[in-house]
């Protein structure tokens, strides 16, 4: 069946650690994108990609890198710099002008 | 610039009864408008658009929400409210063509009472 796998489904991360979460899609969408979910609050936008090898900024991308070298995948790396990375990260992907689909998330916390 | 507001955070119903979960809009042109639905620990799935077409719209489970441009509002509704409906909803709108970003309201949890 198609659909959006993101990996790991729980990650723990030390201070001063670099830490990546995987989204693979193989819906053949253009289009991914990254939110941050936090308790009591909608959806927050990280980065998003329109084509492989291009990416964007969203609202909350400080502390955040990201790539798209393969349309099936946009891999997030949460930086030492975001230091209140704790929160539940969803991955999305749509084709042009029609509803995203996401993922099951990955909930990352601090050790 | 756009917004959706979701006027309450937290909806009880007892089960076999109507659900109504209220959102408001703000947007300078005609917005698209979405429900979606929350699981725990899951991801979203989506309930129901609005993209111009008829004002009421019907989506998945039995929800159903009407546009109304005069209000700005995009309630959600369910005559019937079932156990498995208990999850968080929320309302979404998106930016005009060209711009796939989406706004979304803080979530309405539901609970349904047995």
């Known amino acids: 069946d198609g659909g959006i796998t993101q990996s790991p489904k729980y990650l723990f991360r030390k201070e001063g650690q670099n830490v990546t979460l995987s989204c693979e899609q193989n819906?053949?969408?253009?289009?991914m994108y990254w939110y941050r979910q936090d308790p009591g609050q909608g959806l927050r936008l990280i980065y998003y990609?329109?084509?492989?090898?291009?990416?964007q900024k969203g609202d909350i991308a400080e502390g955040y890198s990201v790539s798209r070298e393969k349309k099936e995948s946009f891999p997030l790396t949460v930086t030492s710099a975001q230091k209140n990375p704790t929160a539940f990260y969803l991955c999305?992907?749509?084709?042009?002008?029609?509803?995203?689909?996401f993922g099951d998330g990955t909930r990352l916390s601090i050790l | 610039a756009q917004s959706v507001t979701q006027l309450d955070s937290h909806v009880s119903v007892s089960e076999g009864t109507p659900v109504l979960l209220r959102c408001n809009y703000s947007?300078?042109?005609?917005?698209?408008l979405f429900w979606y639905v929350q699981h725990p620990n899951k991801g979203l799935q989506l309930l129901l658009k609005?993209?111009?077409?008829?004002?009421l719209v019907k989506g998945i489970n039995g929800f159903e929400a009407e546009f109304k441009k005069s209000e700005t509002s995009f309630h959600l509704t369910k005559p019937s409210a079932h156990m498995s409906d208990a999850a968080e909803y929320f309302c979404?709108?998106?930016?005009?063509?060209?711009?796939?970003?989406?706004?979304f309201g803080t979530g309405t949890r539901l609970t349904i009472i047995p």
């Open positions: 990609s329109q084509i492989v090898n291009d990416f």
């Open positions: 979404v709108v998106r930016g005009s063509f060209g711009n796939e970003k989406l706004t």
């Open positions: 609005y993209t111009s077409a008829a004002t």
């Open positions: 819906l053949n969408h253009d289009a």
């Open positions: 999305a992907s749509n084709p042009g002008g029609q509803p995203q689909h």
């Open positions: 947007s300078s042109y005609s917005p698209s």
